[in-house]
């Protein structure tokens, strides 16, 4: 309204000018004066005229106004959500960038006390960790994969520690090939889950050690269980190896909110997760 307050002054100001001294000679442009000097410039009638003059000024105007802040408006909410899908993909990044070395660092740990024993297998543990690296610094680098590709690098992982433990570790790994192909997953989502099952199974009432990994799919609806035999002396995990869990944990927050479920069962005798994920 101040705008259309101050033309309505200027406007005032005008006729009053244009009637003391100027001399008019048309009588329908005295009549328009006259009566514009007779409403005043604060009176009801000069507020009537001010609305009904303003009108054609506002419905000009009011359109480009509401049509700019509507565009500042979808500015800053696009400003906004691109800034939060980098910050996610910077922690994302981060995330995922902890895994090689941690990986890195258990498997190279196993070989390292195999070869103390003299053991011959610490070869295969070469050339299988040598397949697995390949994958989880060169295939794995983008943010899907083939959901078949990331299932055979668990089965790799899974028959080196099968050669590490060896009998003395009763060790499953089921998955049916008919169900998983080409659905697209975040690579080594999984992964951390099958690792801590390893590394902090521990010999049961059996005297065995054991781990029990499932996948089926249907469609693109996932379920991986994992499941590993525990003591009542060993059974609280207290090396670095709980950075992969908690990773995996946040990663399912950013990449997968509201479309996946997280079950972990910790039983006297047993330690179980089980996560179900919408892979669309």
Known sequence: ??????????????????????????????????????????????????????????????????AKLVLDIIRNITRTLRLEKDRLDMELNFLKSQLNPHFLFNTLNNIYMLSLKGAEQASDLILHLSEMMRYTLYDSDTPLVELQDDVAFLKNYTELERVRYGAKANIIFEYNEEE??????SPLLMFPFVENAFKYGH????????????????GPLLTMSVSNSKNSVNN????????????????????????????????????????????N
């Open 1 to 66: 309204m101040v705008p259309v307050f101050g033309y309505h002054v200027i406007n005032y100001t005008c006729t009053w000018l244009i009637s003391n001294y100027l001399e008019i000679t048309v009588p329908s442009v005295r009549q328009v004066c006259n009566a514009v000097l007779a409403d005043g410039i604060f009176g009801k009638a000069a507020y009537r005229r001010m609305v009904r003059g303003s009108w054609p000024f506002v419905s000009a105007v009011a359109p480009c106004i509401v």
């Open 203 to 218: 010999v049961g009432n059996d005297g065995q050690c054991h781990v029990t990994i499932r996948i089926t799919a249907d």
């Open 180 to 185: 998983i192909s080409d659905q697209l997953i």
């Open 236 to 279: 609280v995990p207290k090396e670095v190896g709980g950075i992969g869990q908690a990773n995996s944990r946040k990663r399912l927050e950013l990449l997968y909110p509201g479309k996946h479920k997280l079950d972990i069962q910790d039983c006297a005798d047993t330690y179980s997760v089980t996560l179900s994920l919408n892979l």
